[in-house]
C-alpha cells in the first residue's frame, strides 16, 4: 500500500490546480423519491451508439457508450481508495466518454420524461474521480488528467424513475455536432425498477487493537423490502501516516428480498495513527454506523 499512496499523492499534487471533489449539480425539475437499491440496475455496462442530429458537417466526434443505471455506486478517486454513493431515493446514470479535444461537462444533460438534470454525483471521498461504477477516467471536463483516454459523465437523478424516452443529450460546441443517446434496455429498467431497502442489524468491531495487527469487523444486514438488491457499504479507517483521506474497504452483496446476511472484513490498522489514541471507524453506504476504536502501541514511522 504505500507505494500505492506515494504514486496517488504523487498525481494528486500535479493537479493542484484542479483537485477538487465532484459535487452534484442540483437537478432542473426532480422530485425526491424514498427508495434505494435494485438487482435489475446491475446490469454489464452495454455499447449505445448515437446518432448526429445534424451529418452535414464534417466535426469531430463525440462518442457516449456504456450506459448504465445503478441504485448505487462504487468510486475510486486521487488521494484515497474512494467509497460508495447509495444515497436514500437517489440513483446514478454512468457512461464514458471519448472526443477528439477537451470537452465541457455542461454541454451534456440527461433527459427523461420532458424533465433534465446536469452532470454531478454527491460529494465524494478523496479529490478527483478516477473511476465510477466501473468506468475509467476523470470527470468529464478534466480529461486532461487522464490523458488520451475516456472521462466517466455521471448523473444523479430520482430513484425510481419510470418515464419515456431516457437519453443523455450533448448540446454541441465548436468542434462537435449536438448529438443524443437513448438508454439501452437494461439501464431503461433499472431506471423505473422498484428499491432494496437494507436494514442494519449489528455491527461488531473490537474496542481496541494493536497498531499493526488487523481489525476484524463484521456486520449483519437485512433487506427489509420486496425485491432482491445489491447491498454496498464502504468501512472508512484513518491512515493519517500517509498522505491521503482515509482508506475504505468495500462490503457488497446481491441479497434476496427478506434475507439477513452477514459479512467480514479484515482492515489494516498499520498506517493509522503516530500516536496512540481512540479513531473512529466509519460505515457508510447503504446502512450508516461509527464506532471508536483505541489503537495501541502506534509510533511515528521511521
Not at 477538487?20 to 435489475?40: L, M
Request: charged fraction near 20%.
Amino acid at each position: 500500500m504505500p507505494s500505492r499512496r506515494r504514486l496517488l499523492a504523487t498525481i494528486a499534487g500535479s493537479l493542484a490546480a484542479v483537485a477538487g471533489c465532484t459535487t452534484r449539480t442540483p437537478p432542473s425539475t426532480s422530485e425526491p423519491d424514498t427508495s434505494q437499491s435494485s438487482a435489475t440496475a446491475a446490469a454489464t455496462p452495454e455499447s449505445t451508439p448515437g446518432s448526429p442530429t445534424d451529418s452535414s458537417t464534417p466535426v469531430e466526434r463525440v462518442s457516449v457508450d456504456g450506459i448504465v443505471a445503478r441504485k448505487a455506486v462504487r468510486y475510486e478517486s486521487v488521494m484515497g481508495s474512494g467509497g460508495v454513493l447509495a444515497g436514500r431515493g437517489e440513483q446514478y446514470v454512468v457512461a464514458s466518454v471519448r472526443g477528439a479535444t477537451e470537452l465541457d461537462a455542461a454541454t451534456f444533460t440527461f433527459e427523461a420524461g420532458g424533465r433534465s438534470w446536469s452532470p454531478g454525483l454527491p460529494r465524494t471521498r478523496g479529490a478527483i474521480n478516477v473511476a465510477v461504477a466501473g468506468h475509467e477516467g476523470p470527470p468529464v471536463g478534466q480529461r486532461g488528467l487522464g490523458g488520451d483516454g475516456p472521462s466517466v459523465l455521471a448523473f444523479t437523478v430520482p430513484s425510481p424513475l419510470s418515464a419515456g424516452e431516457p437519453r443523455i443529450r450533448f448540446d454541441g460546441d465548436e468542434s462537435h455536432d449536438p448529438r443524443e443517446w437513448p438508454l439501452p434496455p437494461a439501464a431503461r429498467d433499472g431506471l423505473a425498477a422498484p428499491a432494496a431497502r437494507f436494514e442494519l442489524d449489528s455491527l461488531s468491531v473490537p474496542a481496541s487493537v494493536s497498531q499493526g495487527d488487523p481489525l476484524s469487523v463484521s456486520l449483519s444486514v437485512t433487506n427489509v423490502s420486496e425485491t432482491a438488491g445489491r447491498f454496498l457499504a464502504a468501512l472508512y479507517w484513518p491512515t493519517d501516516t500517509i498522505a491521503d483521506d482515509d482508506e475504505s474497504h468495500i462490503l457488497e452483496q446481491v441479497v434476496d428480498a427478506g434475507e439477513t446476511v452477514s459479512l467480514t472484513r479484515d482492515v489494516d490498522t498499520e498506517y493509522t495513527t503516530s500516536e496512540p489514541r481512540t479513531v473512529t471507524l466509519e460505515v457508510r453506504g447503504h446502512v450508516s454506523a461509527d464506532r471508536e476504536v483505541q489503537v495501541k502501541n502506534a509510533s511515528t514511522p521511521s
